[in-house]
């Protein structure tokens, strides 16, 4: 008797139930169409790729530092502060080619400038644009012809330029920064597959993690 209840009951309530799951995903969807430029993990996924011919024999590695929303600045600067993040930075960049826009190069100290043991070079539209000890670039295309013979290069961002390279990056080393700061740039999305290949051991700078994370893109 009690059986035959609840299997009745459970035959009532079933479509019920059903109708309740689709309607609290519907609502769930509607929610995201507006609420998904408001999150803090705002990072742009329209990156059209450009079709530039890549030379196979350079690898362009994005380098960058975020924080925990894949933030990178705020008022054209790096919202927080480590040494040893630049040190790295520093270590790993020397002798090579950095890339990277007109606005991160007005935001480095002058007194970095241009990076020293490093070829920097600036994008930008401006044809007239002058950086002292900087080569000026006005397009990937001529950046990559400039590259020719380089092994690795480091694509150092902000945000544009990561995305104007973003389908042609081929590696990234990316500090992690463990907190949350008010940004208002955003490491971009970077299209195919990708493989985390280290995380480094934790590093802490006045209260902050930090870590290292390599990566590569997969052929799979
Ligand atoms: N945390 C990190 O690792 C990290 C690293 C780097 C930068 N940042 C931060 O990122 C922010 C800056 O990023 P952002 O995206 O605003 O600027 P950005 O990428 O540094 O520079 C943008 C500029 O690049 C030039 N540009 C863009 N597309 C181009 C193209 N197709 N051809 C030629 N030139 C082109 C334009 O210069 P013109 O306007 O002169 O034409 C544009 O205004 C800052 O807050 C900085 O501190 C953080």
Redesign the pocket.
Known sequence: MLFSFCQVSIYTVKPFLILYRKLLSMLQSILNLFTSNKTKHSVDETVVPEQVPVKPDTIFCA????DINLG???????PWKSPQDLMQFKERTMGKIVI??????E?LPEYCKPLVGRTCIV????TN?KAKGATV????QSVIDYCTGSKVVYV???????K?FAPIVTSYCV?RVHAEYEC??YLPHFPGVWRSCKMDEWVEEDGVSYSLEYGWRSNE
Do not use: E, F
């Open positions: 380098i960058a530092a975020c990178i600045g705020k008022d054209n600067k790096i990277m826009g007109r606005k991160t190069w935001s994008l930008t539209q401006d644009y670039k006005h397009s990937v150092m961002g902000g945000t544009q330029i990561y104007l500090t208002d740039t």
